[in-house]
């Protein structure tokens, strides 16, 4: 199985990514030999290869969660830029107008 230049625009054009010709040739390219190295790791037999979840033997380390006290909130506000009925305010990072 390999992928299209089309299928990579399309894609590129989900993520809301612009791709000169140059990029989409180069990341057709790329995404093609990573899909190639996927579909051999997949003809690979496994048969007698115990199940992994884990690389390592390392452990989490667990710990009591225990609450502690956050920032002052008066402090907090007092710092952002911009607030609006007691959240901070941020610019819009997706533009809502077009269309997907």
Do not use: C, W, Y
Not at 12 to 37: H, N, P, R, Y
Not at 52 to 57: Q, S, V
Request: net charge negative; glycine share 4%.
């Amino acid at each position: 199985m390999s992928i299209s230049k089309e299928e990579v625009k399309h894609v590129s054009e989900l993520a809301k990514l612009e791709l000169s010709d140059t990029e989409l040739d180069v990341f057709t390219s790329q995404l093609d030999d990573i899909i190639g190295m996927a579909e051999q790791l997949s003809e690979v037999d496994t048969t007698d290869v115990p199940v992994t979840t884990h690389i390592t033997d390392v452990m989490n380390v667990m710990r009591e969660d225990v609450a502690e006290k956050g920032m002052d909130r008066d402090l907090l506000f007092k710092n952002a830029p911009d607030s609006e009925n007691g959240l901070i305010k941020v610019p819009a990072i997706i533009d809502e107008s077009e269309e997907a």
